[in-house]
């Protein structure tokens, strides 16, 4: 570190808000694999740590109709967590799999990887098409908020002064149905944690018609992005009456790449269109596997 900093480490909950109400300066730490980098290098200097271990937000909690997975929750307790084995859910596991090494990902939590707002993460993309929510925490009380609108943009986020995310909230998916995910990711290295592009796919057929469909990417635009758009063109209509082609088109539109030292925007662009074909090829071929 290049600075004295000191760690403030709450013995519950309801002093952790307390003290984030208190003093808006203190900043919470998770895994700290983004925030310890930021202050090594200098891009941010926090004064106070506020240590969030020890506060029971590690855990998973089962309901009627969702689960709540603990913000402190690391990835490799996610990926390991047998109540996620099942579909639609199983995709977050797979999606975490493919995040960098398992030293960081026994170290990295799920509420940290988007409290910083950085925009394209594997998760995000992933618990966006779960349809997640992010529930946050302060000394008025707790809310839980899509987390399609949570990103405000590039590292701004709603999480806003005195709050805290203290759990990601999964719905139950409606009974009946086959469910489909899919999740694909192009990078520069398997070991490197940032995708150039993903997309995670969450969609369930009926009869061999299409009942719902979320597909979400991330990498293409300044936050990870829901095609809502291009995902309506396939509701209500069997498989194989699906065009591709306009599914494609679709998303050339809804989709905003900028240029960067990964790859132009054009390169993105291409990316975003093979990852598209290769998810509805998979689910193509799983459907013909189920018939």
């Known amino acids: ?16 808000l307390q003290i984030l109400e208190n003093d808006p300066g203190v900043t919470p730490i998770a895994g700290g694999t983004e925030l310890v980098g930021a202050v090594r290098s200098g891009k941010r200097r926090p004064g106070v740590f506020l240590d969030l271990d020890h506060l029971g937000l590690d855990r998973i909690s089962l309901r009627e109709n969702e689960v709540e997975l603990g913000a402190m929750m690391t990835m490799s307790q996610v990926i390991a967590c047998e109540q996620l084995k099942g579909a639609p859910w199983s995709l977050l596991p797979r999606a975490l799999s493919q995040i960098a090494s398992w030293q960081i990902r026994n170290v990295a939590t799920i509420g940290g990887s988007l409290a910083g707002g950085i925009p394209g993460l594997d998760g995000t993309s992933a618990l966006l ?44 998916p409606p009974a009946g149905g ?22 995670a796919s969450v969609l369930s ?14 990498g293409a635009a300044k936050i990870s992005l829901l095609l809502n758009r291009t995902a309506a063109l396939a509701v209500g209509k069997p498989l194989d009456a699906v065009n591709l ?7 050339q539109q809804e989709i905003a790449p900028s240029d960067s ?6 390169y993105k662009r291409i990316l975003c269109r093979n990852l ?12 013909a596997r189920v018939e």
């Open 129 to 172: 098409a779960l349809n997640a929510g992010v529930k946050l925490q302060s000394t008025r009380g707790a809310c839980v908020i899509p987390l399609s609108d949570f990103f405000l943009g590039p590292m701004r986020t709603r999480c806003g002064p005195g709050e805290l995310i203290t759990a990601l909230v999964l719905p139950k």
């Open 178 to 199: 086959q469910w489909y995910t899919c999740f694909r990711k192009i990078g520069v290295r398997k070991a490197y944690a940032m995708p150039i592009v993903n997309m």
């Open 276 to 287: 598209l074909r290769e998810i509805w090829e998979e689910l193509l071929a799983e459907e």
């Open 1 to 16: 570190m290049t600075q004295d900093i000191k760690v403030v480490s709450p013995g519950n909950l309801a002093e952790a």
């Open 205 to 218: 057929v009926q009869d061999g018609v299409v009942c719902s469909w979320r597909l979400a990417v991330g």
């Open 245 to 251: 082609e306009e599914l494609e088109n679709c998303l």
């Open 261 to 266: 030292l990964h790859g132009s925007a054009a």
